[in-house]
């Protein structure tokens, strides 16, 4: 188990896309693709002056379980059903690209995904591999990077509200760029012109009982000149059985990206939780239309 201070061995974030509907058919890496990569090594706050000490505490409450939780993840096999949507032209045609089903495995805080299928058949081809927009980071890396103190996160109360009949508090949140570690990268090079440290911002929803989170959401703040226009992620966390015992762990996920007029969009469904096993078997059904 992996303690706050080891937190760079965590995996990171990764968002990556494809400029144009040609490259995502195509399905393999050329230089012609565009990539997001959304890497987040350490996280956000202390506490801002604008909480009330009742707000503050609460918060400080917040930060622990976070730290907590991504600490004590166990090892796990789960199952991972991502649906594809693009409007290429921005104008609200939406269109599914596909439906891709993974098999991801968490085993000493890193995350491993292998695509199983692709519209429910088989297929041999990598996930990193299989083109579009494709997210990771959603076991521990971003929930840990908003509440790791080296971030100096600014935090503001934004009430109660009921999330899932459940009494939460929203705090909104605010990491600048100088204690960004939030890379925004275009194309193949992480480095030059065309991969840039950026601040972000977003919410995170607070369960009043158990001060755990329930809902993270993240936005990037992209500079004007740069060719990704915007990012932005929301997580669900849920309670799910591993190995006999209950953990809170992602339910589903939300990215949007942006790149000119394309828009696309990923709409995800963990299920299936289980604890690791070497000889472990899932068996993919067929995910339900939505």
Same mark, same amino acid.
């Given at each position: ?110 995350? @491993? !995904? ?5 519209? =429910? &058949?088989?297929? +041999? #081809? ?6 579009? $927009?494709? /997210? ?99 997580? @669900? !966390? ?5 190995? =006999? &015992?209950?953990? +809170? #762990? ?6 949007? $990206?942006? /790149? ?31």
């Amino acid at each position: 188990m992996k303690c706050a201070a080891d937190y760079r061995g965590f995996p990171a974030d990764v968002t990556i896309t494809f400029e144009t509907t040609s490259d995502w058919l195509n399905a393999m890496p050329s230089h012609a693709h565009l990539a997001l990569l959304a890497l987040l090594a350490a996280g956000v706050p202390t506490v801002a002056q604008q909480l009330e000490p009742e707000q503050a505490s609460l918060l400080e409450q917040a930060r622990e379980a976070a730290i907590r939780y991504s600490a004590s993840l166990p090892d796990f096999l789960c199952t991972e059903v991502m649906r594809r949507t693009q409007d290429p032209q921005g104008n609200g045609r939406w269109r599914s690209m596909d439906t891709l089903t993974v098999k991801l495995s968490y085993f000493d805080h890193k995350e @491993d !995904y292998k695509l199983m299928q692709i519209d =429910g &058949k088989p297929t +041999l #081809l990598e996930f990193l591999y299989v083109g579009g $927009t494709l /997210s990771t980071g959603e076991f521990g890396t971003r929930l840990y990077s908003v509440f790791d103190p080296r971030s100096q996160g600014d935090f503001r109360w934004k009430g109660w509200t009921t999330l899932r009949k459940r009494r939460v508090a929203r705090f909104s949140y605010r990491i600048a760029r100088e204690d960004s570690i939030f890379q925004i990268q275009y194309g193949p090079i992480s480095s030059g012109p065309n991969a840039i440290v950026v601040p972000y911002h977003g919410e995170v929803f607070v369960d009043d009982e158990t001060h755990m989170v329930l809902r993270l959401t993240q936005q990037a703040e992209i500079p004007e000149n740069f060719p990704i226009n915007a990012n932005e992620s929301t997580i @669900d !966390y849920e309670f799910a059985a591993v190995g =006999g &015992k209950q953990y +809170l #762990l992602p339910s589903h996920a939300y990215v949007r $990206t942006k /790149s000119g007029k394309y828009v696309a969009e990923n709409n995800v469904e963990f299920r299936q939780y289980r604890k690791f096993q070497s000889e472990a078997t899932i068996t993919f059904d067929a995910p339900p239309d939505k």
